[in-house]
């Protein structure tokens, strides 16, 4: 089984004071025939960069979209029937709320990639793009719904793998030019804890310490700690994001209590619970 050193460092940048970014160190082994080994890279600013920064929005804050593929490499095969579930999108609700469910459908478009589920891609599209129109980037969807079924029925699966990047990075884009680098936050958000859900259901169903080990992530947890107490007062003290600080610091605390940080059995459906109840608050606004 292919293993991963990964660190995640979170640090001032110079520009602007304050603004957080994320930088995620993966090294180690990871070669399949579909997806190119991953190391960490120097990266050029531009322009784009910068601004991106001072919104607080940038390739780091969002959805770490290679990570997730590369953990559920790591724990193929997957129990598909067991970590899938039905697209329930609310037609009204907060733009807070639309972001969170937009993350959580992104992994869960992971997740058919990582299993080859040709003939439920297109269904997955159409949510994709629907939930995309409650958040006014529908324009920055539609090519990639309709790619990712015609990708997906030749059975191109890095290619659709690529398309998700590409449509993660389309909307993210959409966001920096709204100016609205809290929705990209909360869909990130959103995508980490269905991500949580999937992964630590995987784990669960066939357990094993070194398994275990690709969700002890207590960094990246810390950050999405912090980064609720930073929502605004008439945002932060809805129920909804109540429910979400509550199950994510129970999360962090089973993720900071392990010895030499080894998740056990019982460490891991503690994480499994919170997740998925996060998710079921996310989908029921509750």
């Known amino acids: 089984m292919a293993f991963y050193l ?7 940048t110079r520009r602007p004071p304050g603004t957080v970014a994320i930088v995620f160190w993966i090294c180690g082994a990871f070669a399949t025939e579909n997806l ?32 997730i593929f590369q953990q559920l490499d790591e724990l193929k095969p997957l129990p598909f029937d067991q970590l899938r579930r039905d697209y329930s999108q ?6 807070e709320q639309m972001a969170l469910i937009f993350g959580g ?8 990639v990582a299993c080859k589920k040709n003939d439920l891609v297109e269904d997955f599209g159409r949510n994709l793009l629907r939930q995309a129109q409650r ?14 079924t015609e990708l997906a029925k030749r059975g191109e699966w890095p290619a659709v793998q690529n398309e998700l990047m590409s449509t993660q990075t ?7 030019e709204l100016r609205d680098q809290k929705i990209a936050h909360l869909i990130s958000l959103g995508g980490w804890l269905r991500g949580l859900e999937i992964c630590a259901g995987a784990v669960e169903a066939d357990f094993s310490p070194e398994r275990a080990h690709v969700l002890s992530q207590p960094d990246l947890v810390d950050y999405f700690c912090e980064e609720l107490k930073t929502l605004a007062p008439t945002v932060a003290h809805v129920p909804l ?26 460490e891991i459906k503690k994480i499994h619970e919170a997740a998925r109840e996060s998710n079921q608050a996310i989908e029921t606004n509750q």
């Open 6 to 12: 990964v660190k995640l460092v979170i640090f001032k």
């Open 36 to 67: 190119p080994p991953l190391c960490a890279q120097e990266h050029s600013m531009t322009e784009q960069d910068y601004e991106h920064e001072e919104l607080g929005v940038n390739r780091y804050t969002a959805p770490s979209i290679t990570r």
């Open 90 to 95: 609310p037609a009204h609700g907060s733009r």
């Open 105 to 112: 459908l992104i992994a869960d478009g992971f997740l058919l």
């Open 135 to 148: 958040l006014s980037v529908a324009d920055r969807v539609t090519r990639h719904s309709a790619s990712l």
């Open 170 to 176: 389309d909307v993210e884009q959409a966001m920096t």
């Open 241 to 266: 994001f109540q429910k979400l600080r509550t199950r994510i610091n129970a999360i962090k605390s089973t993720v900071d209590s392990p010895a030499a940080g080894v998740l056990g059995i019982a």
